[in-house]
Protein backbone atom coordinates (compact mmCIF):
# COMPACT_ATOMS: atom_id res chain seq x y z
CA UNK A 1 0.00 0.00 0.00
CA UNK A 2 1.37 3.45 -0.79
CA UNK A 3 0.92 6.50 1.84
CA UNK A 4 -1.96 7.85 -0.22
CA UNK A 5 -3.50 4.40 0.12
CA UNK A 6 -2.51 3.83 3.77
CA UNK A 7 -4.05 7.34 4.16
CA UNK A 8 -7.25 6.94 2.48
CA UNK A 9 -7.94 3.33 4.77
CA UNK A 10 -7.18 5.75 7.71
CA UNK A 11 -9.92 8.63 6.78
CA UNK A 12 -12.66 5.40 5.95
CA UNK A 13 -11.73 3.25 9.30
CA UNK A 14 -12.22 6.88 11.67
CA UNK A 15 -15.30 8.25 9.44
CA UNK A 16 -12.94 11.19 8.55
CA UNK A 17 -13.73 11.39 4.12
CA UNK A 18 -15.13 14.63 4.18
CA UNK A 19 -13.48 18.21 5.08
CA UNK A 20 -13.41 19.65 7.30
CA UNK A 21 -11.08 16.82 8.56
CA UNK A 22 -10.50 15.63 12.19
CA UNK A 23 -6.89 14.81 10.96
CA UNK A 24 -4.79 16.78 8.16
CA UNK A 25 -2.75 14.42 5.49
CA UNK A 26 0.56 16.02 7.35
CA UNK A 27 -1.24 14.51 10.65
CA UNK A 28 -1.73 11.18 9.12
CA UNK A 29 1.01 10.89 7.24
CA UNK A 30 3.20 10.77 10.98
CA UNK A 31 1.49 8.56 12.47
CA UNK A 32 1.63 5.98 9.92
CA UNK A 33 5.56 6.93 10.30
CA UNK A 34 5.24 6.60 13.90
CA UNK A 35 3.45 3.56 13.23
CA UNK A 36 6.11 2.19 10.57
CA UNK A 37 8.74 2.75 13.34
CA UNK A 38 6.99 1.16 16.14
CA UNK A 39 6.38 -2.43 14.50
CA UNK A 40 10.22 -2.17 13.96
CA UNK A 41 11.52 -1.08 17.17
CA UNK A 42 9.33 -4.18 18.32
CA UNK A 43 9.51 -7.00 15.84
CA UNK A 44 12.74 -5.92 13.95
CA UNK A 45 10.88 -6.02 10.77
CA UNK A 46 13.74 -4.07 8.39
CA UNK A 47 17.28 -5.83 8.15
CA UNK A 48 19.83 -4.22 5.64
CA UNK A 49 23.62 -4.86 5.27
CA UNK A 50 26.40 -2.06 6.88
CA UNK A 51 29.92 -2.22 6.08
CA UNK A 52 31.81 -1.07 9.44
CA UNK A 53 35.69 0.08 8.22
CA UNK A 54 37.68 -1.35 11.09
CA UNK A 55 41.04 0.54 12.01
CA UNK A 56 43.90 -0.85 13.37
CA UNK A 57 44.43 -0.06 17.11
CA UNK A 58 40.99 1.22 17.22
CA UNK A 59 37.53 0.03 19.20
CA UNK A 60 34.80 1.91 18.98
CA UNK A 61 33.32 2.82 15.81
CA UNK A 62 29.50 4.94 15.73
CA UNK A 63 26.45 2.53 14.36
CA UNK A 64 23.98 4.79 11.74
CA UNK A 65 21.61 6.16 13.73
CA UNK A 66 18.43 4.41 12.41
CA UNK A 67 20.24 0.48 13.14
CA UNK A 68 18.23 -0.94 16.34
CA UNK A 69 20.26 -4.52 16.62
CA UNK A 70 23.09 -6.01 14.84
CA UNK A 71 21.22 -9.67 13.71
CA UNK A 72 24.48 -11.04 12.42
CA UNK A 73 28.61 -10.40 11.40
CA UNK A 74 30.64 -11.53 8.58
CA UNK A 75 34.56 -10.58 7.53
CA UNK A 76 36.03 -11.73 4.29
CA UNK A 77 37.23 -15.08 5.97
CA UNK A 78 33.53 -15.93 7.07
CA UNK A 79 30.41 -15.89 8.88
CA UNK A 80 31.21 -15.14 12.99
CA UNK A 81 29.67 -17.38 15.40
CA UNK A 82 28.02 -16.16 18.82
CA UNK A 83 29.99 -16.14 21.89
CA UNK A 84 29.45 -14.79 25.44
CA UNK A 85 31.29 -12.05 27.93
CA UNK A 86 33.39 -9.58 27.55
CA UNK A 87 36.38 -11.59 29.30
CA UNK A 88 36.68 -14.05 26.81
CA UNK A 89 40.02 -14.52 25.81
CA UNK A 90 39.11 -14.57 21.86
CA UNK A 91 38.14 -11.53 19.89
CA UNK A 92 34.24 -10.32 20.10
CA UNK A 93 32.13 -7.62 19.22
CA UNK A 94 29.72 -5.95 21.06
CA UNK A 95 27.05 -3.18 20.03
CA UNK A 96 25.16 -1.06 22.66
CA UNK A 97 23.19 2.27 22.54
CA UNK A 98 24.28 2.90 18.50
CA UNK A 99 27.74 1.75 19.17
CA UNK A 100 29.98 -0.76 18.49
CA UNK A 101 33.23 -2.31 20.42
CA UNK A 102 35.26 -4.33 18.76
CA UNK A 103 39.02 -5.92 20.22
CA UNK A 104 41.32 -3.91 18.31
CA UNK A 105 42.33 -5.52 14.75
CA UNK A 106 46.03 -5.50 14.58
CA UNK A 107 45.49 -4.50 10.84
CA UNK A 108 42.26 -2.77 8.83
CA UNK A 109 39.78 -4.53 7.93
CA UNK A 110 36.12 -4.42 6.69
CA UNK A 111 33.17 -6.02 9.24
CA UNK A 112 30.02 -6.65 7.30
CA UNK A 113 27.07 -6.18 10.04
CA UNK A 114 23.29 -7.67 9.23
CA UNK A 115 21.38 -5.23 11.34
CA UNK A 116 17.84 -4.88 11.85
CA UNK A 117 17.24 -0.73 11.64
CA UNK A 118 14.62 2.15 11.67
CA UNK A 119 12.56 2.30 8.28
CA UNK A 120 12.99 5.29 6.36
CA UNK A 121 10.11 7.99 6.20
CA UNK A 122 6.81 8.29 4.26
CA UNK A 123 7.37 11.49 2.33
CA UNK A 124 5.54 11.43 -0.53
CA UNK A 125 2.18 9.78 -1.62
CA UNK A 126 3.70 7.10 -3.59
CA UNK A 127 5.85 5.85 -1.21
CA UNK A 128 5.43 2.62 0.22
CA UNK A 129 6.61 1.24 4.27
CA UNK A 130 9.50 -0.54 3.79
CA UNK A 131 8.07 -3.53 6.19
CA UNK A 132 6.48 -6.47 4.32
CA UNK A 133 3.16 -5.89 2.31
CA UNK A 134 1.53 -8.37 4.86
CA UNK A 135 1.60 -5.74 7.89
CA UNK A 136 1.07 -2.76 5.91
CA UNK A 137 -2.46 -2.45 7.22
CA UNK A 138 -1.82 -3.40 10.38
CA UNK A 139 -0.10 -0.28 10.90
CA UNK A 140 -3.33 1.65 10.90
CA UNK A 141 -4.10 0.47 14.28
CA UNK A 142 -1.24 2.92 15.50
CA UNK A 143 -1.91 5.37 13.75
CA UNK A 144 -5.75 5.53 14.92
CA UNK A 145 -4.21 5.15 18.48
CA UNK A 146 -2.49 8.65 18.24
CA UNK A 147 -5.17 10.10 15.84
CA UNK A 148 -7.66 9.46 19.07
CA UNK A 149 -4.90 10.88 21.38
CA UNK A 150 -5.02 14.41 19.71
CA UNK A 151 -5.72 16.76 22.55
CA UNK A 152 -8.89 18.04 20.95
CA UNK A 153 -12.78 18.00 21.94
CA UNK A 154 -13.72 16.47 18.63
CA UNK A 155 -11.12 13.75 18.40
CA UNK A 156 -9.79 12.74 21.97
CA UNK A 157 -11.02 9.54 23.26
CA UNK A 158 -8.50 7.50 25.72
CA UNK A 159 -10.61 4.29 25.54
CA UNK A 160 -10.68 3.75 21.60
CA UNK A 161 -7.26 4.93 21.24
CA UNK A 162 -6.46 2.04 24.30
CA UNK A 163 -8.39 -0.39 21.81
CA UNK A 164 -6.19 0.30 18.65
CA UNK A 165 -3.02 0.13 20.91
CA UNK A 166 -4.18 -3.38 22.10
CA UNK A 167 -4.67 -4.40 18.76
CA UNK A 168 -1.21 -3.10 17.17
CA UNK A 169 0.70 -5.04 20.07
CA UNK A 170 -1.23 -8.36 19.08
CA UNK A 171 0.27 -7.97 15.35
CA UNK A 172 3.60 -6.61 16.90
CA UNK A 173 4.36 -7.38 20.34
CA UNK A 174 4.94 -4.90 23.38
CA UNK A 175 7.43 -2.67 23.63
CA UNK A 176 9.54 -3.14 26.75
CA UNK A 177 10.51 0.74 28.02
CA UNK A 178 14.35 1.74 28.02
CA UNK A 179 15.06 0.36 31.54
CA UNK A 180 13.85 -3.10 30.91
CA UNK A 181 16.41 -2.40 27.35
CA UNK A 182 19.11 -1.73 29.72
CA UNK A 183 18.44 -4.47 32.01
CA UNK A 184 18.34 -6.98 29.22
CA UNK A 185 21.82 -5.86 27.60
CA UNK A 186 23.33 -6.55 30.87
CA UNK A 187 21.78 -9.50 31.30
CA UNK A 188 23.20 -10.79 27.79
CA UNK A 189 24.87 -8.83 25.58
CA UNK A 190 24.85 -9.53 22.41
CA UNK A 191 28.79 -10.66 21.52
CA UNK A 192 30.28 -12.68 18.90
CA UNK A 193 33.62 -14.10 18.91
CA UNK A 194 36.11 -13.46 16.07
CA UNK A 195 39.19 -14.92 15.96
CA UNK A 196 40.68 -12.82 13.09
CA UNK A 197 41.47 -9.78 14.91
Not at 77 to 103: C, I, N
Not at 128 to 149: G, K, N, Q, S, V
Amino acid sequence: MTLKELREAFRARAADEAEPWLWSNKEIALFLNEAQCEACERAHLVADAVAIELEAGKECYPLPPDVLKVLSARTPAGALTPGKGRHDLGSYFESQDGMLWVKAPLAAQTLALIVSRLPAPMEQAGDTPEIHARYHYRLLDWAMRCAYLKQDAETFNAKTAAFHQALFEQSFGGRPDANVQRKQREAAPTVVRYGGM
